[in-house]
């Protein structure tokens, strides 16, 4: 997988995953929405508008969206996966 890179006006280009980390969650969903990158693995294929029970939840690729749907769109059966994966 190939991740996007942002160059910044006066340094080497940083890797999207690095930067958003350091930003704050409303820089993080505003960069999200420019690039136009799915938000769980920020490739930029295949995306599609991903909807919860309040509406518009994100962009995500079609990969990710298979994965949430998946686990039921629920927290507890993803850390109960997460934790099965750290085994
Ligand atoms: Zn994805």
């Given at each position: 997988?190939?991740?996007?890179?942002?160059?910044?006006?006066t340094?080497?280009?940083?890797?999207?995953?690095?930067?958003?980390?350091?930003?704050?969650?409303?820089e993080?969903?505003?960069?999200?929405?420019?690039?136009?990158?799915?938000?769980?693995?920020?490739?930029?294929?295949?995306?599609?508008?991903?909807?919860?029970?309040?509406?518009?939840?994100?962009?995500?690729?079609?990969?990710?969206?298979?994965?949430?749907?998946?686990?039921?769109d629920?927290?507890?059966?993803?850390?109960?996966?997460?934790?099965?994966?750290?085994?």
């Open positions: 997988m190939s991740e996007p890179l942002i160059v910044p006006p340094s080497e280009p940083v890797p999207v995953r690095k930067l958003i980390a350091e930003l704050s969650d409303e993080a969903t505003t960069l999200r929405l420019l690039m136009q990158v799915c938000w769980v693995c920020f490739e930029d294929k295949d995306l599609i508008i991903d909807y919860g029970l309040d509406g518009v939840r994100g962009v995500l690729c079609t990969n990710c969206k298979s994965g949430v749907v998946a686990f039921k629920s927290v507890e059966n993803l850390r109960k996966a997460i934790k099965y994966l750290n085994r």
